[in-house]
């Protein structure tokens, strides 16, 4: 089984819907992101969480709220959808420890129209 | 203004090359530097981490560089095979004080043809 799994891999919504993403980790990680990925700009940060009670704005958060339900559990919401929200969407874990690598997920597709 | 740079979208070598990749960096003071490797679709995996106080790191096939001096990070393939060809991505911590965020390269996709 993937260490670190997304659902949907896959969406499809409407301008001004709310959607969920959500993310899950059998790494035991105490330190999960989620990141946007566009063609030609890279991954951005979003939101990142060093545990359950710590969540931090990364560089593009306005239109995102995030929720850290369980040390396993990050997930990431669009409350009004707009379609340059367009994009592929990672969650991430990583260790403690500065240096540590960051596992990814499979990742989602979202495509707002 | 910080900028994270890889040498170029796209590189083409034939398959058995060594291919070489950049990745330059301005206002930045990393105590790390990453390089990951994606493929169509996927998540990024993770390669090789090199710290500011070692010149190279060695994983196989892969070797990377890091010049302090020069802000600049390198990431060879020996022996390139079609299996290589992806997209690498380089990372580092924007604080400089080993904090626990990355800042991404747009990354570089490597073709190798057979």
Redesign the interface.
Known sequence: DAD?TQTPRNRITKTGKRIMLECSQTKGHD?M?WYRQDP????Q?IY?S?DVKDINK?EISDGYSVSRQAQAKFSLSLESAIPNQTALY?C?T?DTG??????????T?LLVL | SQKIEQNSEALNIQEGKTATLTCNYTNYSPAYLQWYRQDPGRGPVFLLLIRENEKEKRKERLKVTFDTTLKQSLFHITASQPADSATYLCALDPSGAGSYQLTFGKGTKLSVIP
Do not use: K
């Open positions: 670190v330190r992101y030609g700009l890279g991954l940060l990142y060093f990364g990672f991430a990583s500065a240096g540590e690598t960051q596992y990814f997920g499979p990742g597709r």
